[in-house]
């Protein structure tokens, strides 16, 4: 399955993004999702993932409560929406995909993942 991010930008605290993930190849719907994102020189965090039925989700307590993430499976897509935000979440965010024979397992380690976005940067303003 091959990953394509989109959304990120320039905003200032307090407000809102929604970043996007398109998947092409392979079935979406047989897939785990997750979002991680990469400050300079620290490693990849862990934001939030959500099963391949989309029925089971998990959040960092980072982002609990501000950010949302949902999935599409008929368009082959998994969002996330990142309400107010702060300048710490500034960073580069990716989508990650996993093959899940599980419809409610998700994964919130990077190693689980096998395939990935090319990032999107994420930039917020105080």
């Known amino acids: 399955v091959q990953l394509q991010a989109s959304g990120g930008g320039l905003v200032q605290a307090g407000g809102s993004l929604r970043l996007s993930c398109a998947a092409s190849?392979?079935?979406?719907?047989?897939?785990?999702m997750g979002w991680f994102r990469q400050r300079p020189g620290e490693e990849r965090e862990f934001l939030t993932a959500i099963s391949r039925s989309g029925r089971t989700t998990d959040y960092a307590d980072s982002v609990k409560g501000r950010f949302t993430i949902f999935r599409d499976n008929a368009k082959n897509t998994v969002s996330l929406q990142m309400n107010s935000l702060k300048p710490g979440d500034t960073a580069v965010y990716y989508c990650?995909?996993?093959?899940?024979?599980?419809?409610?397992?998700?994964?919130?380690?990077?190693?689980?993942?096998?395939?990935w976005g090319q990032g999107t940067q994420v930039t917020v303003s105080s």
């Open positions: 990650a995909a996993v093959y899940s024979g599980s419809y409610s397992t998700y994964y919130t380690s990077q190693y689980n993942y096998a395939y």
């Open positions: 190849g392979r079935s979406f719907g047989d897939y785990a």
